[in-house]
T-cell receptor, first 116, second 115 residues
Framework: NAGVTQTPKFQVLKTGQSMTLQCAQD?????MSWYRQDPGMGLRLIHY???????DQGEVPNGYNVSRSTTEDFPLRLLSAAPSQTSVYFC???????????????FGNGTRLTVT | AQTVTQSQPEMSVQEAETVTLSCTYD???????LFWYKQPPSRQMILVIR??????QNATENRFSVNFQKAAKSFSLKISDSQLGDTAMYFC????????????FGTGTRLTVIP
């Protein structure tokens, strides 16, 4: 049982390059989400999904795309990287998509992305 | 919109002493959840404690307890008998009772436990 797995752990991109941050969970969790963490700003929600085939925008979605073709995977795509996307990215998941069940969020260990 | 404010960017405490981290929030919701997360240098996000707004009793988890004041929209974290392993960033977070499991985070407090 690996939990929430993010790859890669570190990545350096040049401005304009594209890449996909991978997130996979093996806990059959319905809810998955992506956050970015910047110094002095805490974690901010980028996109989230409450089940396969369903995605929605969070607080800071611009410049990012997501898809949820399977329950297990929730990749985050940067189509044209910008220096403002330099950040640490966290994927999180929970069994229930709604808060009322008390299902806790499980976080991955993060991906540190630098865009030069 | 929900906002979460942590007004103490950095704090320090002597080992074995007690420290309190502050958090205030703003919401028009009547029912919601509040959390404290710990982020050690390993970058891992670890849930410390969870409070449901409709429960008047303050949550406790071993050395960690909260002081939840709903009317004042305040949610402070008390760490008793501080240990070196408590050195970390601490984030306060808010979640609505309805909708999806989305968290709104404060900007964090960096806590250093001094031996």
């Amino acid at each position: 049982n690996a939990g929430v797995t993010q790859t890669p752990k570190f990545q350096v991109l040049k401005t304009g390059q594209s890449m996909t941050l991978q997130c996979a969970q093996d806990m059959n969790h319905e809810y998955m989400s992506w956050y970015r963490q910047d110094p002095g700003m805490g974690l901010r929600l980028i996109h989230y999904s409450v089940g396969a085939g369903i995605t929605d925008q969070g607080e800071v979605p611009n410049g990012y795309n997501v898809s949820r073709s399977t329950t297990e995977d929730f990749p985050l795509r940067l189509l044209s990287a910008a220096p403002s996307q330099t950040s640490v990215y966290f994927c999180a998941s929970s069994y229930s998509p709604t808060p009322a069940s008390g299902s806790p969020l499980h976080f991955g260990n993060g991906t540190r992305l630098t865009v030069t | 919109a929900q906002t979460v404010t942590q007004s103490q960017p950095e704090m320090s405490v002597q080992e074995a002493e007690t420290v309190t981290l502050s958090c205030t929030y703003d919401t028009s919701e009547n029912n919601y959840y509040l959390f404290w997360y710990k982020q050690p240098p390993s970058r891992q996000m670890i849930l410390v404690i969870r409070q449901e707004a409709y429960k008047q009793q303050n949550a406790t988890e071993n050395r960690f307890s909260v002081n939840f004041q709903k009317a004042a929209k305040s949610f402070s974290l008390k760490i008793s008998d501080s240990q070196l392993g408590d050195t970390a960033m601490y984030f306060c977070a808010f979640m609505k009772h309805t909708g999806a499991n989305n968290l709104f985070f404060g900007t964090g407090t960096r806590l250093t436990v001094i031996p």
